[in-house]
């Protein structure tokens, strides 16, 4: 071994090993551990190895695969839905269309003249929802499915060719993120499982890279982290070895199905029983970490206490003044940790702190590594046991900063990470959405590498969620959403981006345009294709030298920011993210393997080993993450994720679509990512509160759809508006909802008469309307109960959480006051056997009023009107029976609202009904009051009926 590879990794053994932190003003140090925890390292890779023995397979692989003797095959393939379905589909929305407007116009010109303010109400919301149901029906006219072809891309970038002749991935590199800021909102646990299955995906170790963005800077997800990584080395193998599934050992070991199930290697049950083990003592070492920190940190905090106090006697000072000590949080090393402290200190809280970047795990070798089973109780020796880079990163907060919250930690990982690996795609989870399908990655990037790739921005995945009550209460699953109104999106520019389960285009999220597509066939090209059709037998030098030539048109020739002159301005001063920015476009372009593929790469360009990490690029790394880079650059602006809404994602998505990118939908058989979500009522509306209240800043900023480029289609277009614009249904719905009792309180309905025409018309909306939604479950797979759950939590969420979004975002445009709706009560499950108890739990908050105040009037009314109508002298049953049918309605779709309240041992807090019962009953008497029945009150009992 020469000098100059012993020096090369010394280097990366350095790098490896070392924390680096930096700040504002400061010079970034990195501070040499020996051990990041106080566990047993043995993988090369891991920050504290000491050098374990493992063998190189360096085989080569003999043959040579000439593409050119096989057709071209597609790696994916758009399949619409069945004519006999689809058409019948869109007929209906059409008639249902028709219908309408003569529904409206009908009823327009035909008023209740007995109660115009009656007629009034209900005639603006009924045109209000004709135009939200045109909004949210339209763009679901061309759903279509998709389907990958995983054999044709081992294919295409895995077989030995003249460009490849070692059979190396031609695969481009991909980034994973993974977002968390609260250990104790976020149990590191779940985080550290999510990372496990991260790492054991099947696709090219050396071209992944794992990126955990810290946001709270606390010590115990670092250690969560570094603990995870040392787990791995037993966890990753024993998945590759056996072929696992899901790769989330929480997951894995946690379900019912039989495990020996397909698998043939007889010693699966002597190596399960030994990772089963491993596993457990890995969660009681993370359960037990925040013990184990505080107990470290008081042992030194009380050691540097006594060097105070003995330093204090021997100077002579005076003993009456008390000796202070700072209370720090405490790394293994004995150094202080230089992120969050337990106790904030200066320097040392959530919102002031240094950078942080640690590499946990170092880039893998270009080549496969085994171990044998002399030095392990599992037998390694046929597996590939490299682990891809694991990045550790908590970005710098200083006070008086805006550090933009989710998106402003998103952006830091994605410059980091163009400086350290610069995948040309980056994919995104929260820290509780696991990799459940261990081939998600390779489905996404088909669309990627495939024809047309090139214009596509981004790859969204449904939300899959765990957890979850049987009969989905509260609509978690939101299956209409994601199998229904995503697929439809798919059709046209495609679908929008919900926050998690998404793979970039680097380039698209660096804010640049698409490709036109509207290049002209050059020489070269023709040459090039020319070349492959005549000659069956040629070199690969021959091969490199045409394909070169396709390559000769700049980035910059169709975007004209990417001139080397205007990166700084955009990107910041930063040398190493400017020159990343090139590559990463050109290695994200699928292969010019066809004639019909404008922008393509030539093969084999992504085959050579990727340099190994330096310090002086660490140090850059951490200089990108610092809080002041972002000044006067383009970052959550056009770059990056975009600032200025709660609702970053789809404002994120917008701009990419609105540059004229698209995107692309993957459901994939085997679910692609598997998450967590709130069940609970309370916490489920404060969800969708979240999610309406960034809709309405959308709707009241420059990013409406309204204003919108001519690079977003028509149908594109009105999808974007119905985000910015649903919320503002709550203010028609909750008018709406009350008409019911209204009508029953006073004796009059919404039309004069119950004619035929009316009735007619109420039964072909009602017709078209049951014929769409039983349409709609064919072709999306959506259950119809589940489409009826969806519908229930829609007038849920519309009287309670829209309305309150609407309220805050016109206070916050019109007086500049933030409203933020937070629990005041809260009671935990007390049954830990139950994994439903959260279920059952009753947390108060105010969105609960609008709700209950609406249940309680229409139950009043409903027996006020019965009894009217009983003590009266002519009966009006048909108005009773109209009133009644509407009021049952709006109590049908409150029904599991009703139910989530009634907790289940009688946990609702009494202020709930106190308070409700009171709005109700006080709303009921003030309207009989001012509206009494006709003929006053001193009618004979035979008359109309009296309020006692």
């Known amino acids: 071994m020469d000098g100059n590879s012993v020096a090369m990794k010394a280097e990366e053994q350095y790098v490896s090993n070392s924390l680096f932190t930096g700040g ?59 004519n006999g379905i689809i058409s019948p589909y869109r007929l209906l929305i059409g008639v249902r269309l028709v219908v309408m407007c003569f529904f409206l116009h009908w009823r327009v010109t035909h008023p209740n003249k007995e109660a115009v303010w009656l007629w009034v109400m209900s005639i603006t919301c009924e045109i209000w929802f004709g ?129 020996t199930k397909n698998k043939s290697r007889l010693d699966f049950v002597k190596d399960r029983r030994r990772v089963k083990r491993e596993y457990d003592e890995f969660k009681v070492r993370i359960n037990g970490l925040p013990e184990s920190i505080r107990r470290r940190s008081d042992a030194f905090n009380a050691r540097e206490e006594m060097k105070k106090m003995k330093q204090f006697k021997e100077s002579g000072a005076d003993p009456s003044k008390p000796i202070k000590v700072i209370k720090a949080t405490w790394m293994a090393d004995g150094t202080h940790w230089p992120g969050t402290w337990a106790s904030s200190s200066s320097e040392h809280a959530k919102g002031d702190h240094s950078g942080i970047l640690q590499v946990m795990l170092k880039p893998p070798s270009p080549d496969p590594l085994t171990r044998s089973a002399n030095n392990n109780i599992i037998d390694f020796s046929d597996v590939d046991t490299r682990l891809p880079m694991l990045v550790y990163v908590s970005r710098e907060k200083r006070p008086g900063y805006d550090h933009n919250k989710k998106a402003g930690a998103m952006n830091a990982l994605v410059r980091a990470s163009a400086v350290l690996s610069n995948g040309p795609f980056i994919l995104n989870l929260d820290c509780d959405h696991y990799i459940y399908n261990c081939k998600a990655v390779k489905e996404g990037m088909c669309f990627m590498m495939d024809k047309g790739g090139e214009d596509i921005c981004y790859i969204q995945f449904p939300q ?23 697929r439809a999106l798919d059709g046209l520019q495609g679908p929008f981006y919900v926050g998690t389960g998404c793979m970039f285009r680097r380039f698209a999220l660096y804010g ?12 070269a090209k023709k040459k090039f294709f020319k070349k492959r059709k005549k000659s069956k037998k040629r070199s690969a030098e021959e091969d490199s030298e045409t394909t070169m030539e396709l390559n000769t048109k700049r980035s910059s020739e169709f975007d004209y920011y990417l001139d080397v002159d205007l990166l700084p301005k955009r990107f910041g001063n930063s040398v190493e993210l400017a020159k990343s920015i090139p590559l990463a476009e050109i290695h994200g372009r699928p292969l010019a393997d ?100 960034g809709s309405v800043e959308i709707f009241f900023s420059k990013n409406n759809a309204f204003l919108a480029s001519k690079r977003l289609k028509l149908l594109q277009r ?60 064919k072709w999306s797979g959506v259950e119809l109960e589940q489409w009826w759950r969806n519908e229930q939590f829609w007038l849920i969420s519309g009287t309670s959480a829209h309305l309150a979004a609407v309220i805050q975002g016109l206070l916050k445009v019109i007086a500049g006051i933030e409203i933020s709706f937070t629990l005041t009560t809260k009671s935990g499950g007390e049954d830990d056997d139950d994994i439903y108890a959260d279920l059952y739990i009753v947390k108060w908050t105010s969105l609960m009023i609008p709700p209950i105040v609406i249940a309680m009037v229409n139950v009043i009314a409903i027996g006020v009107a019965f009894s009217r109508t009983i003590y009266s002298a002519v009966p009006q049953w048909s108005k009773f029976i109209g009133g009644a049918f509407f009021s049952f309605w709006v109590l049908a779709h409150l029904y599991p609202f009703a139910k989530g309240l009634m907790g289940r041992r009688g946990k609702t807090p009494t202020i709930v009904y106190v308070w409700s019962g009171l709005i109700a009953i006080t709303l009921s008497l003030l309207w009989i009051a001012i509206s009494p029945a006709e003929g006053g009150t001193e009618k004979s009992a035979s008359g109309n009926f009296q309020f006692p």
């Not at 081992?154 to 460009?163: A, I």
């Not at 640049?512 to 020489?523: I, L, N, S």
């Not at 790394?621 to 975009?642: L, M």
């Open 24 to 82: 504002f003003n400061s010079v970034t140090r990195a501070h040499l551990m020996d051990r990041v925890i106080d566990s047993e390292v043995t993988h090369p890779q891991m920050a504290g190895a000491k050098g374990s023995k493992c063998s190189i397979c360096d085989g080569m692989h003999q043959g040579v695969f000439d593409s050119s003797e096989k057709p071209w095959k597609p790696l994916c393939r758009k399949r619409s839905v069945p």
């Open 131 to 259: 135009f939200s149901w045109i909004l949210d029906q339209i763009p679901k006219l061309s759903p279509v499915n998709r389907s990958t072809d995983l054999d044709v891309l081992h294919e295409k970038f895995h077989v030995v060719t003249p460009t490849n002749p070692t059979a190396r991935s031609d695969l481009p590199g991909c980034d994973l993120f993974v977002s968390t800021a609260d250990p104790d909102k976020e149990p590191p646990l779940v985080t550290a499982n999510t990372i496990l299955s991260i790492l054991a995906v099947d696709y090219p170790v050396e071209k992944l890279a794992c990126y955990v963005s810290d946001d709270g800077g606390a010590l115990l997800t670092f250690e969560a982290m570094a603990e995870a990584a040392s787990f791995a080395d037993l966890w990753v193998p024993f998945c590759r070895k056996h072929n696992i599934e899901p790769r989330n050992p929480d997951s894995y070991f946690a379900s019912n199905v039989d495990p």
């Open 464 to 486: 899959r969620f765990e957890g979850i009550d049987p009969s989905d209460r509260y609509a978690n699953h939101n299956t209409v959403f994601f199998d229904g109104n995503m």
């Open 512 to 523: 640049f345009d698409p490709p036109t597509g509207d290049w002209k066939m050059t020489k």
């Open 594 to 693: 066809h004639l019909s593929i404008k922008y393509g790469r030539e093969p084999g360009l992504l085959t050579s080993p990727r340099d190994p990490l330096e310090a002086s690029t660490v140090a850059e790394a951490v200089s990108v993450i610092s809080c002041w880079y972002e000044e006067k650059t383009e970052w959550g602006d056009r770059v990056g994720w975009i600032y200025g809404s709660v609702t970053e994602d789809v404002v994120t998505g917008y701009r990419m679509h609105n540059r004229g990118w698209r995107s692309v939908y993957c459901v994939t058989k085997r679910d692609a990512f598997r998450g967590s979500a709130p069940i609970n009522l309370t916490d489920r509306l404060h969800q969708v509160l979240r999610w309406a209240t």
């Open 718 to 777: 009105l999808a974007y508006l119905n985000v910015g614009i649903y919320p503002f249904t709550s203010l028609f719905l909750i008018v709406y909802c009350f008409l019911p009792a209204l009508s029953l309180f006073t004796g009059y309905f919404i039309v004069q008469t119950l004619s035929v025409a009316f009735l007619i018309y109420l039964l072909l909306m009602t017709v078209c309307l049951v014929a769409l939604a039983i349409l709609e479950v």
